[in-house]
């Protein structure tokens, strides 16, 4: 028990951090930075390098943070329930696979560039792949995205959560000495996704029935300490279990929104949780040496310039092809692109455990305190950004992006009529090659040392027993990589055919140039699921010069092909336009105006229309589909603009509507009810074909 007069360090400690974070967090609203900024520039001043008379405890300070990870994880919990990330993980989890495989083998080629180990590398790697679930949550919280890209991001945060606790336990026992193969890695994976699943199980029959009581009670107190008390519960069980205190946090709130009491909850932890938040980011910057800046920054900068950059284009590609859109791909690229608390972990456990040197520790530091700061101007600017990315395409890959969720659209509809045949057996092929291409290779590396001795005793030299030993490795792998290619061209090839069928013989095949185009996506999609893990379990085995190559010539070779058929479809989607014009101006549509119309009878690929009469007060009248910015906002595409004086085929941006216009829309159903009421300024619909919604 304290004396009179005397003070705990902990209050000591908040009070400093604190007080400081306060004036420099002011200042850098003034400025119009982000607060995360000035909480990080607390955490330096108040850090134990700086001459100045203001301290806080390094090690309090860290414990105290953790109560910062473990609310915010929590608030992040509160929007997705069991069901709802049921709902979103399988997409997410494409991209996430897909993003996680990307970083993980760039960072193994910048850490083999920076004279590391096999192992520091792999380190290096796992610290760029996770993201910042703090940054993006605080970032969000000041800058909220659409719905639809805020959920894609926390999907994608959730997968990258798990990966990392994987990731943890499998490099610290591999840089333990012990080793870790398949056996041992799948045992872990299995390990976690029990423990999840008794956790979910067990709380779900528990929480929801403990929180309706307690809520029925009238108490809002009494309600705050029950909640906060589960999530702090469950984080203990988390670490009791040998994970982390955010993946329990994480799990508290999504049962918590299965009971339902989201809207009461989250306003009572709010307060809370912005404060340690705070706190977290005072740690954080507690961190920073300054006086190793001049040997580590420019390191750090680029780092931070491939993370940036690096989930920017995994996560955009993965998500578009994904069908989220891509607007709202782009965007959560930019809101993805940072280094995340894991990394932390990861980075001290490489030197600690000697797989690095202890540079690797303030890199991975500053890198994340440069990112930090980025990321929510990028948010903040993320529209714009995407606009301006989405501005700078070429026509050809408009025209692919406005009919591509289409398409995803008429493939979902195949697959609920259970026309997708052959697919699950090309799949299982492609993971098999996928597999024995990654065990041949790793098995060439293990054996690599006995098989050249065994050729210098046969009288060859060290170059021209690894040559030989090269080529046997990529004959053996030929086989399974063509197949890999083939059994990706097969995938692409049966999806496309559901979406958009092949007619009888003997009958004109209207459907071919989109058909031709989507068979190349869902190749390239395909592949890149396959070859970006295969690239990141393997590229520790291979020489740095391989991947990228391997990567870069395969991505030439697909857009060289996208890019010849993007051209076809063009001419489809102007002839298709032609009859679009036709059916308005000789009122092929007027018995119900602005219905959906099927226009993939005339012409395959083109999906749904939606004819949209603009009248006087109407906001778009009088401004250019420039400044609509209609595909960007919506992802329909105006494909005919029906007016006195005659149609205008395929609509330039340039181009000012009119009151009493009749516009074309084509897109998805959700595109399409999200055009009619930005056009019209209504709310949109369930149901984008509901009839008479607009005039």
Do not use: N
């Amino acid at each position: 028990m304290l004396a009179v007069g005397e003070v705990s360090p902990f209050v000591q400690d908040l009070a400093v951090a604190l007080g400081v974070a306060a004036v420099t967090s002011v200042l850098c609203r003034r400025l119009g930075q982000p607060a995360v900024l000035g909480y990080l520039l607390a955490g330096l001043i108040v850090g134990p390098y700086l001459p100045v008379p203001l301290f806080a405890d390094p090690a309090r300070m860290h414990a105290l943070s953790e109560f910062g990870v473990v609310l915010v994880m929590f608030g992040i919990g509160v929007h997705f329930s069991p069901r709802d990330l049921s709902r979103a993980l399988p997409r997410a989890g494409v991209v996430g696979l897909v993003q996680i495989s990307l970083m993980l083998w760039l960072g193994l080629l910048i850490g083999r560039a920076l004279g590391y180990s096999t192992l520091g590398a792999v380190f290096l790697g796992a610290c760029l792949a996770i993201s910042s679930t703090m940054v993006v949550a605080k970032a969000l919280d000041d800058t909220p995205l659409s719905q639809p890209t805020t959920e894609l991001v926390y999907g994608v945060l959730v997968v990258q959560d798990l990966v990392a606790v994987v990731l943890i336990a499998a490099l610290t026992t591999a840089a333990s000495g012990a080793g870790l193969g398949p056996a041992e890695l799948a045992i872990t994976t299995g390990k976690l996704l029990g423990f999840l699943a008794v956790l979910v199980v067990v709380g779900s029959l528990v929480v929801p029935r403990l929180l309706r009581m307690v809520a029925a009670m009238g108490h809002a107190e009494t309600l705050l300490v029950v909640a906060v008390g589960l999530c702090f519960v469950l984080a203990m069980v988390a670490v009791q279990a040998g994970y982390s205190v955010a993946l329990g946090a994480f799990v508290a709130g999504s049962l918590v929104a299965a009971a339902g009491a989201t809207e009461r909850i989250e306003p009572l932890v709010a307060p809370v949780r912005d404060l340690f938040a705070a706190v977290f980011f005072v740690s954080i910057g507690m961190m920073v040496d300054p006086r190793l800046l001049p040997s580590v920054g420019p390191i750090a900068l680029a780092v931070s310039a491939a993370v940036v950059l690096g989930q920017l284009l995994a996560v955009s590609l993965a998500g578009f092809v994904a069908g989220r859109g891509l607007r709202v791909a782009l965007q959560t690229g930019l809101a993805l692109g940072q280094i995340g608390e894991f990394s932390f972990i990861l980075a001290q456990t490489a030197v600690a455990k000697g797989a690095a040197d202890a540079r690797l520790v303030p890199i991975v530091v500053v890198a994340a305190i440069v990112t930090a700061t980025t990321t929510p101007i990028a948010i903040r600017r993320a529209d714009a950004i995407a606009a301006r990315i989405d501005r700078l395409l070429p026509h050809r890959v408009h025209t692919v992006v406005a009919l591509w969720g289409a398409w995803l659209e008429s493939l979902q509809q195949a697959q609920r009529g259970r026309k997708v045949v052959g697919v699950r057996r090309f799949g299982k092929l492609a993971l098999i090659d996928a597999a024995l291409l990654v065990a041949i290779v790793i098995g060439a590396r293990v054996a690599h040392e006995p098989l050249v001795g065994w050729l210098l005793r046969a009288g060859l030299s060290r170059g021209l027993a690894s040559v030989i030993l090269g080529l046997a490795t990529a004959i053996a792998c030929a086989p399974f990589l063509i197949g890999m290619v083939r059994c990706a061209r097969a995938i692409g090839a049966t999806l496309a055919r559901a979406a958009l069928p092949q007619p009888a013989a003997g009958r004109t095949d209207l459907a071919r140039a989109p058909r031709r185009v989507m068979v190349v996506l869902l190749q390239l999609a395909v592949l890149g699921v396959l070859t970006l893990p295969v690239l990141a379990l393997t590229q520790a085995a291979l020489p740095s010069w391989i991947g990228a190559p391997v990567l870069l010539g395969g991505l030439a070779v697909v857009t060289v092909s996208l890019w010849r058929r993007a051209d076809d479809l063009d001419g489809h989607v102007r002839a298709g336009a032609q009859v679009v014009a036709e059916l308005l101006a000789h009122g092929g549509v007027e018995h119900a105006p602005l219905e959906v119309v099927r226009v993939d009878t005339v012409l395959p690929g083109l999906g749904e229309m939606l004819p949209v009469r603009l009248g006087e007060g109407d906001p778009a009248a009088g401004r250019t589909l420039a400044e609509l910015d209609l595909r960007g906002r919506t992802g329909a595409t105006v494909l005919a603009i029906e007016r006195e004086g005659g149609a205008r085929v395929v609509p330039a941006g340039s181009d000012r509507l009119q009151a009493g216009d009749v516009l074309a829309l084509v897109g998805t159903h959700e595109a399409l009810a999200q055009a009619r009421a930005l056009l019209l300024a209504q709310v949109p619909s369930r149901d984008a074909g509901s009839g008479d919604a607009a005039r």
